[in-house]
């Protein structure tokens, strides 16, 4: 039988808290942890304050030793480790942490593997479970500490071997000799699990005098210890209580904590669906601090222990478990983890439209193994009219959405993105949900067909469709980028709608390329009054065309004659075209002025010698007249649909990414905002925006003026580290996770929630301490034990007792505080006598749950 290690999590069973994450102690020597730091014998104390640390090696003959000396060597190693660890740990720089301090380490001894746990709690005055006094069942603590109260021990186990009663007793002797040779501050308690630990656990410890600790658990409950009488009554005859010389009885203080459990909650909505909750139960602790054994009256007829009116309330979540790949509770970032599954299928896709063409085998093998391939695809790919229907409501959606409130919430600055419930972000969405990346570039080519349908008929944005924005490409000319935040794809397809609106409207207006003119003004020598000219359309950029532009012009001089004609030279030769035909007494600096004052574009980077040759060798010609356009949009359409349709699969499927990426992110930061934006959720938020950012060198708002052309075209070819990726899902699914569970809070407790939700979601625990937030609690427990009650099936004796029958064949369901609790906890523990000039430490732990009851008892016996 396979033991089970006493460190584990919530047992189903034994346990009601979780085991915390402890920060494990650094090496001395190296940055390594502890747990993997190769072990040095050493003879000696290890020396205090700011000495130096040294290695001293022990040397001792073991040809005559017992297997039992052998084992007690090994631990008194492991000991004297901790104890230079510990102590360099709460002497350093975080000596005034609280933190639990943990060690694991491990040796082989006859065949055997033998475990190690050590833990340290440094004790502070300000700990918040110390608010309680002793009895505070801390819920984030070993269990351990709950039952016997001990906050510095060593767990001894052996790897996959459950251990019998008298073999746990060797061992704890061995353990316990070992430690008593080290000069441990503070000295530890020593444990062995019997039998895998769950129902027995031995003890011991010297501290000058012999602490005995044992622990049993019972299937049944004895009707005499469900209550602090019965208890009391046991404990006292266990310990021998009537100690002293005139037999005067010492004063027993007690703890109580009463527990109840909340497991089943309205209807979960996912995106509109039904789903898994994000939390999985939630637990009520009723928590009586000490208390002198009298003042509260609890046995079988009566008692006094109301939870309504216990002193303190906390509340706890256990979060539902992510299960593959985010599962329940992170559905979002699973569809970002199917799309990084497509890399290695769509590196064989060299262009979209091509990998649709069926290729003719050429051999009779190559015959079968493509008749071989079509079957499995048959299989992953969506059926036809599947395909048909994802296309239709792929095509539903605008190119750029017109409402207002699907604008971006959370800054990712150029973080290569799509319109938010537009065309693109829906086509990633759907191809995250394909089984294979084929069914994506099917989809993908049945919308890019529709798309082809529609310019060559010319055919009107829909009315849900807004003009896609631009912006100038730089303060000297009047071409337009689109915007840079979004995706290579998504300019193009907004380019491509920007060209059908142009010759859409070519029926109405006489000059569709044209910009109308706006006025007049007066030159700076004031001999004549200027017209504002008719423009050309502005050329119109995507990344790629910008890009392609500074490469050009990388190796030409600044304010070059050859980088001016390369950059502007059509613009400005169209400009002057048009402007000296409505101004034929204009001179050049009239020109100029009108591109500062009128355009409110910089002359300063171009050579005056260039500026009088254009002006001179230019024709005036009305815009409406010139036959060569800026923006073309038959020329721009088909450039725009040829890049679609020949784009490569791994271009494709990084596009897609980025879109779900962002458009996560942005939905993400909308829910954080329903939620009242707690301060734990954009802390998290703000790490996915950092690791998103440096692993795809995505630019912020201030460093997009500084382009390094290398970095941006790899950025739009290439996947990042495959680190950086896990990173970037991690963090996501936190954030989701988080996120869910903020909404789930809400949900249950309405605006209750407020005082409680960042307790909740950092700690997962909070402190109840307004009379409105009991009652809402109250109420989500009551309404939780509803709905257990309409479940189906064999009722338990816990069921059974929440209904009371008031007639035959009609039952209501008791209150949450009217019926039996998940469990009732009980710590007693006698104080020192007045007439005994000695303290021995007695203490009992007792856990009564409907199946089982547990007893942990705590015995300190004097040496003779």
Same mark, same amino acid.
């Given at each position: 039988?396979?033991?089970?290690?006493?460190?584990?999590?919530?047992?189903?069973?034994?346990?009601?808290?979780?085991?915390?994450?402890?920060?494990?102690?650094?090496?001395?020597?190296?940055?390594?942890?502890?747990?993997?730091?190769?072990?040095?014998?050493?003879?000696?104390?290890?020396?205090?304050?700011?000495?130096?640390?040294?290695?001293?090696?022990?040397?001792?003959?073991?040809?005559?030793?017992?297997?039992?000396?052998?084992?007690?060597?090994?631990?008194?190693?492991?000991?004297?480790?901790?104890?230079?660890?510990?102590?360099?740990?709460?002497?350093?720089?975080?000596?005034?942490?609280?933190?639990?301090?943990?060690?694991?380490?491990?040796?082989?001894?006859?065949?055997?593997?033998?475990?190690?746990?050590?833990?340290?709690?440094?004790?502070?005055?300000?700990?918040?479970?110390?608010?309680?006094?002793?009895?505070?069942?801390?819920?984030?603590?070993?269990?351990?500490?709950?039952?016997?109260?001990?906050?510095?021990?060593?767990?001894?186990?052996?790897?996959?071997?459950?251990?019998?009663?008298?073999?746990?007793?060797?061992?704890?002797?061995?353990?316990?000799?070992?430690?008593?040779?080290?000069?441990?501050?503070?000295?530890?308690?020593?444990?062995?699990?019997?039998?895998?630990?769950?129902?027995?656990?031995?003890?011991?410890?010297?501290?000058?005098?012999?602490?005995?600790?044992?622990?049993?658990?019972?299937?049944?409950?004895?009707?005499?210890?469900?209550?602090?009488?019965?208890?009391?009554?046991?404990?006292?005859?266990?310990?021998?209580?009537?100690?002293?010389?005139?037999?005067?009885?010492?004063?027993?203080?007690?703890?109580?904590?009463?527990?109840?459990?909340?497991?089943?909650?309205?209807?979960?909505?996912?995106?509109?669906?039904?789903?898994?909750?994000?939390?999985?139960?939630?637990?009520?602790?009723?928590?009586?601090?000490?208390?002198?054994?009298?003042?509260?009256?609890?046995?079988?007829?009566?008692?006094?222990?109301?939870?309504?009116?216990?002193?303190?309330?906390?509340?706890?979540?256990?979060?539902?478990?992510?299960?593959?790949?985010?599962?329940?509770?992170?559905?979002?970032?699973?569809?970002?983890?199917?799309?990084?599954?497509?890399?290695?299928?769509?590196?064989?896709?060299?262009?979209?439209?091509?990998?649709?063409?069926?290729?003719?085998?050429?051999?009779?093998?190559?015959?079968?193994?493509?008749?071989?391939?079509?079957?499995?695809?048959?299989?992953?790919?969506?059926?036809?009219?599947?395909?048909?229907?994802?296309?239709?409501?792929?095509?539903?959606?605008?190119?750029?959405?017109?409402?207002?409130?699907?604008?971006?919430?959370?800054?990712?600055?150029?973080?290569?993105?799509?319109?938010?419930?537009?065309?693109?972000?829906?086509?990633?969405?759907?191809?995250?949900?394909?089984?294979?990346?084929?069914?994506?570039? &099917?989809?993908?080519?049945?919308?890019?067909? /529709?798309?082809?349908?529609?310019?060559? +008929? $010319?055919? =009107? %944005? #829909? *009315?849900?469709?807004?003009?896609?924005?631009?912006?100038?490409?730089?303060?000297?000319?009047?071409?337009?980028?689109?915007?840079?935040?979004?995706?290579?794809?998504?300019?193009? &397809?907004?380019?491509?709608?920007?060209?059908? /609106?142009?010759?859409?409207?070519?029926? +109405? $207006?006489? =000059? %569709? #390329? *044209?910009?109308?003119?706006?006025?007049?003004?007066?030159?700076?020598?004031?001999?004549?009054?200027?017209?504002?000219?008719?423009?050309?359309?502005?050329?119109?950029?995507?990344?790629?065309?910008?890009?392609?532009?500074?490469?050009?012009?990388?190796?030409?001089?600044?304010?070059?004659?050859?980088?001016?004609?390369?950059?502007?030279?059509?613009?400005?030769?169209?400009?002057?075209?048009?402007?000296?035909?409505?101004?034929?007494?204009?001179?050049?600096?009239?020109?100029?002025?009108?591109?500062?004052?009128?355009?409110?574009?910089?002359?300063?980077?171009?050579?005056?010698?260039?500026?009088?040759?254009?002006?001179?060798?230019?024709?005036?010609?009305?815009?409406?007249?010139?036959?060569?356009?800026?923006?073309?949009?038959?020329?721009?359409?088909?450039?725009?649909?040829?890049?679609?349709?020949?784009?490569?699969?791994?271009?494709?499927?990084?596009?897609?990414?980025?879109?779900?990426?962002?458009?996560?992110?942005?939905?993400?930061?909308?829910?954080?905002?329903?939620?009242?934006?707690?301060?734990?959720?954009?802390?998290?938020?703000?790490?996915?925006?950092?690791?998103?950012?440096?692993?795809?060198?995505?630019?912020?708002?201030?460093?997009?003026?500084?382009?390094?052309?290398?970095?941006?075209?790899?950025?739009?070819?290439?996947?990042?580290?495959?680190?950086?990726?896990?990173?970037?899902?991690?963090?996501?699914?936190?954030?989701?996770?988080?996120?869910?569970?903020?909404?789930?809070?809400?949900?249950?407790?309405?605006?209750?929630?407020?005082?409680?939700?960042?307790?909740?979601?950092?700690?997962?625990?909070?402190?109840?301490?307004?009379?409105?937030?009991?009652?809402?609690?109250?109420?989500?427990?009551?309404?939780?034990?509803?709905?257990?009650?309409?479940?189906?099936?064999?009722?338990?004796?816990?069921?059974?007792?929440?209904?009371?029958?008031?007639?035959?064949?009609?039952?209501?369901?008791?209150?949450?505080?009217?019926?039996?609790?998940?469990?009732?906890?009980?710590?007693?523990?006698?104080?020192?006598?007045?007439?005994?000039?000695?303290?021995?430490?007695?203490?009992?732990?007792?856990?009564?749950?409907?199946?089982?009851?547990?007893?942990?008892?705590?015995?300190?016996?004097?040496?003779?």
């Amino acid at each position: 039988m396979v033991s089970v290690p006493p460190t584990g999590g919530l047992s189903a069973e034994d346990d009601l808290d979780r085991t915390p994450l402890a920060r494990q102690v650094q090496g001395l020597d190296s940055g390594r942890t502890v747990e993997d730091a190769d072990r040095v014998p050493v003879d000696a104390p290890v020396r205090s304050g700011q000495e130096e640390e040294e290695e001293i090696f022990e040397i001792r003959d073991f040809t005559n030793a017992s297997s039992f000396e052998r084992l007690s060597h090994q631990i008194s190693l492991a000991s004297k480790h901790w104890a230079a660890a510990s102590r360099a740990a709460t002497t350093g720089a975080s000596g005034a942490s609280e933190e639990v301090l943990q060690m694991k380490d491990g040796f082989e001894l006859g065949g055997f593997r033998y475990e190690l746990l050590f833990q340290l709690v440094p004790i502070g005055e300000t700990k918040k479970e110390d608010r309680l006094g002793l009895h505070a069942f801390p819920t984030r603590a070993h269990r351990l500490q709950r039952w016997f109260g001990v906050r510095h021990f060593l767990i001894l186990s052996i790897n996959n071997h459950n251990i019998d009663l008298d073999s746990a007793r060797t061992l704890l002797s061995a353990a316990v000799l070992a430690t008593a040779a080290v000069p441990l501050r503070p000295r530890l308690s020593c444990f062995v699990p019997v039998e895998g630990g769950r129902k027995r656990v031995l003890g011991e410890a010297l501290h000058g005098r012999r602490t005995i600790y044992c622990t049993d658990l019972h299937s049944s409950v004895q009707p005499s210890l469900e209550h602090l009488a019965g208890l009391s009554d046991f404990f006292r005859r266990k310990v021998e209580a009537e100690v002293g010389d005139d037999k005067e009885p010492c004063t027993m203080m007690v703890g109580v904590r009463f527990t109840y459990s909340a497991d089943h909650f309205d209807t979960w909505q996912v995106d509109g669906e039904e789903g898994e909750d994000a939390i999985e139960s939630m637990k009520l602790h009723c928590l009586w601090p000490a208390f002198p054994l009298g003042a509260f009256v609890d046995d079988a007829n009566f008692s006094e222990l109301d939870p309504r009116s216990a002193p303190y309330w906390k509340l706890r979540l256990l979060r539902r478990s992510a299960g593959a790949a985010g599962g329940a509770t992170a559905p979002r970032t699973a569809r970002l983890e199917a799309l990084l599954g497509f890399r290695r299928e769509a590196k064989q896709i060299r262009s979209a439209e091509q990998s649709m063409h069926s290729q003719v085998p050429k051999t009779a093998m190559a015959s079968l193994t493509a008749a071989i391939q079509e079957s499995l695809e048959s299989i992953l790919l969506p059926t036809a009219g599947e395909m048909l229907s994802m296309t239709d409501l792929c095509m539903s959606l605008p190119v750029v959405p017109r409402r207002a409130d699907l604008s971006a919430t959370c800054d990712l600055g150029s973080a290569a993105g799509a319109r938010r419930g537009g065309r693109l972000v829906q086509m990633a969405v759907l191809s995250a949900k394909m089984r294979c990346f084929k069914g994506a570039v &099917m989809l993908w080519c049945s919308m890019l067909a /529709r798309m082809r349908r529609q310019w060559d +008929a $010319l055919e =009107a %944005p #829909s *009315a849900d469709s807004a003009m896609a924005t631009t912006s100038r490409l730089d303060a000297s000319a009047r071409t337009e980028l689109f915007d840079s935040s979004m995706c290579l794809a998504q300019q193009k &397809m907004e380019l491509l709608e920007r060209s059908i /609106r142009a010759k859409t409207s070519s029926a +109405a $207006l006489s =000059a %569709p #390329s *044209a910009r109308a003119a706006q006025g007049s003004f007066v030159s700076r020598n004031g001999r004549r009054n200027c017209v504002v000219p008719s423009l050309l359309c502005p050329a119109l950029l995507t990344e790629d065309l910008r890009l392609q532009r500074q490469m050009a012009a990388a190796g030409l001089a600044e304010q070059s004659a050859e980088r001016a004609e390369l950059s502007l030279g059509k613009e400005m030769q169209a400009d002057v075209a048009a402007f000296k035909a409505e101004n034929m007494e204009a001179d050049l600096e009239d020109f100029l002025q009108w591109r500062e004052e009128i355009e409110g574009l910089s002359n300063g980077g171009f050579p005056r010698a260039w500026l009088e040759k254009l002006w001179e060798q230019t024709d005036p010609k009305l815009a409406s007249e010139q036959q060569k356009r800026l923006f073309d949009p038959f020329r721009d359409a088909e450039m725009a649909l040829h890049y679609l349709e020949s784009i490569e699969g791994p271009q494709l499927l990084l596009q897609l990414f980025r879109v779900l990426l962002r458009n996560t992110l942005e939905e993400l930061s909308d829910e954080m905002a329903e939620a009242g934006n707690p301060t734990y959720l954009r802390v998290l938020r703000d790490r996915v925006v950092s690791t998103s950012l440096q692993a795809f060198r995505w630019k912020s708002k201030e460093d997009q003026e500084e382009v390094d052309v290398q970095a941006t075209l790899e950025e739009l070819t290439e996947f990042p580290e495959e680190e950086d990726l896990q990173s970037i899902l991690a963090a996501m699914e936190v954030l989701e996770s988080s996120t869910r569970l903020a909404f789930s809070i809400r949900a249950k407790l309405g605006d209750h929630a407020d005082g409680l939700l960042e307790d909740l979601l950092s700690e997962g625990e909070a402190d109840v301490t307004q009379p409105d937030q009991r009652m809402a609690i109250e109420n989500l427990f009551e309404q939780s034990r509803w709905l257990e009650s309409q479940l189906d099936g064999p009722r338990s004796r816990a069921q059974l007792a929440r209904a009371r029958v008031q007639r035959p064949g009609q039952e209501r369901l008791l209150g949450i505080f009217e019926s039996l609790p998940l469990a009732k906890e009980f710590v007693l523990q006698l104080q020192p006598c007045e007439t005994s000039n000695t303290h021995r430490m007695r203490r009992m732990y007792a856990e009564v749950r409907e199946n089982h009851m547990r007893l942990a008892l705590v015995r300190e016996l004097s040496f003779s």
